[in-house]
């Protein structure tokens, strides 16, 4: 990230080879001597160019710039949406991009889509600056220096007629040609593969993904013979088990099952349901689990087997945990409406028992599903990496095609092996660290530049259509398949098209497809595959007698920068890890009692050794993380991202490679300063909070208001009565919140609100108008976590205006509490009485320095300045908007925010609320409603429904 706020780091002089990278046009400049009179000419092409282009006639060949005349359909001031598909790991979520005058500015989630039902994550919502990015890749590379399109083209035909050249041995034509992509869902680019390998019938297809599911995908094979999925429906579960799952947050449709959960979580609006979560260290899943249980990664293997054990065979629960008696007979009691779900970190065997304990509890028909996979399956079957490298090592593969994946990062084993093989493509949208260690790097189009499709969880198709004209050029993948067939480039809208002729027959058909973002019908067959018997014969394992010799490590993916993809993104680096708060760093977690025991503090720096694999970085003390576990969290230390995210954190990916034991010792040297939002000792309090709400389903069967503010109306000497026909207000239920963090990141986006680098995180000077809080309860070794969304209250009594001594910020008729930017002097006085300090002060011209394009933001929204105050606005542009509808139309002013649009579980609910027909008036009238800090006399119009949790009688707590 480059230095935001303050003087300007020093940066080391940029090499021509650099410069070339980055801007491949001026190699022909470059190669010559200027003189004076060369720079006066090259200053008036440059000058004559701008004058051109501010002059262009809206021609569609030319990128984003300002047009005399607006394209059909573009009315100034008025947004266009049109829908399309995030694709995370081959998985399709619906998303719909709002444009500003031809600009992708907004990412919104497809109500039409099942992946994602209207909703989206953090991810899809960093669209915007991933697609803006400065450091794509604007030009072919051939051994890292900028190369022409015909050279690459030459290439690709040398490559082609090597691979069709006869072989005195008799071999298949393209014996040594190898495809490298990650998980495949898409009919298109699937028919593409089919056509190459058709073509070169020695040729292989490799599919791999760094975090991949390819455990799950072997024990549904296990346990089924068959290409199968599992589609949960979970709103229809009474009693859940999550065995270090990642059901609500990545799992293939984790928006779907967020919403589906979140839906019973409220007993106000029905029957509640329960999860049990078995974690060894704290993940979203578990913080919404009414019983979380932490467990070692051996003790999580003996859980797998004594309750399927259990389940499967009846055996009588002996040994283990004592919970786990009750776990298993509440699972059994609720035959038919229990569901088990296993993260993906487990072997296939263990993904096979977890699918017979579902088929044992009668939920298949009834919870789940078994249906055809939506897995691209290739006619031969696809190889894996290890099989890949294998080749490479022993010299068989002669041509390597690598299609947007990154293993040169992320195996070290295969960037050894990649210099064993004499040809190899690499198509990326940067030149990350395979495409510069391969010997031609190829442009990757973005997915808003091209056209494409792609299955969802349940096997739903999405199409993918481009959203604007490439900013930079590049090809996508069915194009570069393609173009190794020797074939002419055809559009890829007719490939497309071309897939789904059938389907989609009359240009009518089409139309309708695109503009709804899904193909009716296309989702994925349910199947009648029975249980094999295989999957049932597990035993009940004996308890390990052997401790282990030194700690446990845990690598998992970092929530946001997932596998480093999202390195490069500064939103996603200054987002807040959702229990650490860390951000712009991966220390390794470490648990309270290891802390102790070798008097480490947050930001102390050690030595992680694994054979002889070695590297030092700070650590974080996570509270609930079972005892001897630490986690590393991949995704960082990435060497070629770009100007934000090279030389950030460390890279862990090499210690998935390492054998031995894992040894920690104190490095010399001191700490350092770990950046997190969290700007004090990470508290753990042993009473339950006043403002994060909570109690237990049998305390609300008592008496239902227990949680709510029954002290009646506080005595104030004045109070002032917004008088106007609509009164904004948010109810926010805690039973729904995950803290997945997909509202902060909407919120930036939507409000223009920068980023502003580690070290003024450092300083405390995050600029996010929406927090995410989270509470620890309890002891530190297993607490009891609860999140809590904080944003502006938008007081009735506010307590920052009574002390703004220019009126900056002020009450509007409306009951909001509106900001004048104009009249803020930057006393920071507002901020200083503000009870629950969700005011964000400039300390430097913050969006100044971020790199992106002007064009990438939201023309609706201002753009503050240096030494002005801003917070949350209740999106008062939206308001706006719709009061204009409103006044237009006649009808009511009905606003989605951007937080309440982008929560997966709609636990925001936003309205006005003298409606008495409003969702957010019928939220407001719920007898677990009540206000934070309400001591404080402010009057919020933002309210809470304190979370309840729905515990087993037979646990103890």
């Not at 495809?179 to 298109?188: F, H, K, N, Q």
């Not at 050029?473 to 490939?495: E, F, I, K, Y």
């Not at 909070?689 to 109690?695: F, I, K, L, T, Y």
Request: aromatic content about 6%.
């Amino acid at each position: 990230m480059p230095s935001l706020g303050g003087t300007p780091r020093p940066r080391a002089m940029v090499s021509d080879t650099e410069l070339l990278q980055h801007f491949p046009q001026f190699e022909s400049a470059l190669s010559h001597t200027l003189d004076r009179r060369r720079v006066l000419k090259l200053l008036g092409l440059a000058l004559a160019s701008g004058w051109v282009a501010s002059c262009d006639p809206g021609t569609p060949d030319r990128g984003f710039v300002s047009a005399v005349r607006a394209a059909q359909g573009v009315v100034p001031g008025l947004p266009n949406m049109y829908a399309t598909a995030h694709v995370r790991d081959g998985y399709a979520e619906g998303i719909v991009v709002t444009h500003q005058m031809g600009r992708p500015i907004k990412v919104e989630g497809n109500p039409d889509h099942p992946g994602s039902l209207g909703a989206t994550d953090v991810m899809a919502q960093a669209l915007i600056y991933d697609f803006y990015d400065p450091d794509r890749a604007t030009g072919p590379l051939h051994k890292g220096m900028p190369t022409s399109w015909p050279d690459l083209a030459a290439a690709m035909q040398k490559m082609r007629a090597t691979a069709m050249a006869p072989r005195p041995d008799g071999a298949h034509a393209g014996e040594g040609l190898r495809i490298l992509t990650g998980t495949v869902t898409s009919p298109t680019l699937g028919r593409a593969i089919e056509q190459v390998l058709a073509a070169f019938p020695g040729a292989a297809w490799h599919g791999w993904d760094a975090i991949g599911r390819e455990n799950v995908t072997r024990g549904l094979g296990l346990a089924y013979g068959a290409p199968t999925a599992v589609v949960a429906d979970l709103g229809r579960a009474d009693v859940l088990l999550a065995l270090d799952s990642d059901l609500l947050d990545s799992a293939p449709g984790h928006l779907n099952h967020a919403r589906a959960f979140a839906a019973r979580r409220n007993p106000v609006n029905g029957p509640m349901n329960r999860l049990y979560a078995v974690e060894p260290t704290p993940s979203l899943t578990g913080v919404a689990a009414d019983h979380r249980f932490i467990a070692t990664p051996g003790m999580m293997d003996e859980v797998i087997g004594r309750l399927s054990a259990h389940i499967l065979q009846g055996e009588a629960p002996s040994g283990g945990p004592d919970w786990l008696g009750p776990v298993a007979d509440d699972l059994r009691a609720h035959h038919g409406r229990a569901f088990v779900h296993l993260g993906p970190d487990y072997p296939p065997e263990a993904q096979a028992a977890m699918l017979a304990m579902n088929e044992a509890l009668g939920g298949r028909g009834q919870v789940f599903d078994v249906v055809e996979s939506p897995l691209y399956q290739s006619l031969a079957p696809g190889g894996t990496l290890d099989a890949l490298m294998d080749d490479m090592e022993r010299g068989a593969v002669q041509a390597l095609l690598i299609l947007d994946v990154n293993p040169v990062h992320q195996s070290p084993r295969f960037a050894a092996a990649l210099k064993h093989v004499p040809t190899s493509i690499a198509l990326s949208d940067r030149p990350h660290e395979t495409a510069l260690a391969a010997h031609w790097h190829v442009p990757l189009a973005h997915m808003m530049e091209e056209w494409g499709d792609a299955r969802g969880h349940d096997g739903t198709v999405a199409l993918i259509q481009p959203q604007a004209m490439p900013l930079y050029g590049g090809m996508n993948a069915v194009s570069a398949l393609h173009a190794c067939l020797g074939q002419p480039l055809r559009p890829a809208m007719d490939m497309v098209r071309a897939t789904w002729r059938t389907q989609l027959p009359s240009a009518r058909d089409w139309h309708d497809a695109l503009a709804a973002g899904v193909i009716a019908g296309t989702a994925s067959r349910r199947m009648e595959a029975p249980l094999r018997q295989a999957a049932m014969r597990v035993a009940s394992p004996a308890p390990s007698q052997q401790k282990p010799t030194g700690p446990v490590l845990l690598l998992r993916p970092d929530p946001y920068l997932w596998d480093g993809r999202g390195a490069n993104n500064p939103w996603l680096q200054e987002l807040p890890r959702p229990l650490s708060k860390v951000v712009w760093d991966n220390p390794l977690l470490i648990p309270p009692d290891m802390a102790q025991a070798m008097n480490l503090r947050n930001g102390d720096r050690v030595s992680l050794t694994r054979g002889a694999t070695r590297t030092q970085l700070p650590v974080w003390i996570q509270p609930g993380q079972a005892a001897g576990c630490v986690v590393g969290l991949l995704g960082w230390g990435r060497r070629h991202a770009g100007e934000t995210g090279s030389d950030v954190g460390c890279d862990l990916y090499p210690f998935r490679e390492a054998d031995g034991p894992v040894r920690i010792e104190a490095a010399h040297g001191g700490g350092v300063p770990v950046a997190s939002t969290e700007h004090h000792a990470t508290r753990v309090d042993a009473s339950p909070s006043d403002v994060a709400r909570h109690g237990t389903l049998a305390q609300f069967h008592e008496r239902a208001d227990f949680l709510g503010n029954i002290s009646g109306a506080q005595d104030t000497l004045y109070r002032r009565e917004p008088d106007a026909p609509v009164a904004w207000g948010m109810s926010i239920d805690l039973n729904a919140c995950i803290g997945c963090n997909a509202c902060v990141t909407a919120c930036q986006v939507e409000n223009n609100i920068p980023v502003v680098g580690r070290e003024e995180v450092l300083r405390q000077r995050e600029m996010h108008w929406l927090r995410i809080d989270r509470v620890y309860e309890g002891t530190q070794h297993a607490p009891d976590t609860f999140f809590q969304p904080m944003l502006c209250m938008h007081c009735e009594q506010a307590p920052c205006e009574t002390v703004c001594p220019v009126g900056a910020t002020t009450h509007d008729s409306e009951g909001l509490n509106v900001m004048v930017y104009n009249r803020c002097i930057g006393t920071k006085f507002c901020s200083n009485n503000c009870p629950y300090k969700v005011r964000r002060f400039n300390y430097f011209a913050f969006a100044e320095q971020e790199s992106r394009p002007a064009i990438s933001r939201n023309p609706d929204v201002s753009v503050r300045a240096r030494g002005v105050m801003e917070k949350c606005t209740f999106c008062v542009q939206r308001i706006a908007q719709a009061r204009i509808v409103a006044d237009r139309d006649g009808v009511g002013e009905h606003v989605v925010t951007a937080c309440q649009a982008a929560c997966p579980a709609q636990a925001i609910s936003f309205g006005d609320i003298n409606d008495p027909a409003a969702e957010v008036t019928r939220r407001k009238a719920s007898p677990l409603t009540y206000a934070a800090l309400p001591e404080q006399g402010t009057h919020p119009r933002v309210t809470y429904e304190g979370r309840i949790l729905n515990r087993n009688p037979a646990i103890a707590s």
